[in-house]
């Protein structure tokens, strides 16, 4: 992808979602207000969020925290399994396991969810055109999370398998002309008190 200006991506999964994932928990709107403090220096350009409620959701509430930063709904960046692999390209030992976890996606995901994957590449990463960067905050899923990772560290395309990022956590893609992709924040979690951050451990084992 060219372009003439850098562009820095912020990605964030969206904050705990409701059992009935209609909205956010108390601790997913504490988790989204607290992060749009931690952005307020960003000079964002956009805020973009998958149209699923508890996206939507925590990208208003971020936006609530900054200065007049235009909100975006994109299907693109909504919740689908961004690409699905044949058995022979996942390693062996992980295979049956990964195979496994895909098989209740359904017909339209596995229709379209790399349609929206490839969109997503094309809206959101790369340089710019300009003289300017651009600063730019999706609100999103895990999976699209992963393959925007997976994209800029260039791994093959089932690598968005097994990436997990917590809730609210804040990751930082830099696309710079002429050079290759570089992932300056991961998963950072420091806006939070440690009751709000969620890590797929069990609650004793937070870190």
């Not at 964030?12 to 209609?22: I, Q």
């Amino acid at each position: 992808m060219t372009g003439t200006a850098t562009r820095y991506l912020c990605l964030v999964r969206h904050g705990e979602a409701s059992p009935d994932e209609s909205g956010l928990t108390e601790a997913g709107r504490r988790q989204a207000t607290l992060l749009g403090q931690r952005l307020r220096n960003i000079p964002l350009d956009a805020v973009h969020h998958g149209p699923l409620p508890r996206a939507e959701h925590t990208a208003r509430l971020i936006a609530d925290q900054l200065d007049n930063v235009p909100l975006r709904v994109s299907h693109a960046a909504g919740d689908y399994v961004p690409y699905l692999p044949e058995k022979d390209e996942l390693p062996a030992e992980s295979a049956d396991f990964h195979l496994r976890f895909l098989a209740g996606a359904t017909d339209e995901e596995r229709n379209h969810g790399p349609v929206l994957a490839r969109q997503a590449l094309d809206l959101f990463t790369g340089p710019v055109d300009g003289d300017e960067d651009r600063y730019e905050l999706v609100v999103t899923h895990n999976f699209l999370v992963a393959w925007l990772v997976r994209d800029a560290m260039h791994a093959p395309k089932w690598r968005w398998l097994g990436l997990n990022h917590c809730n609210a956590a804040l990751t930082v893609i830099r696309y710079a002309p002429g050079r290759p992709a570089s992932i300056l924040v991961s998963n950072d979690m420091r806006h939070l008190p440690v009751e709000l951050r969620w890590t797929g451990f069990p609650p004793e084992l937070h870190i």
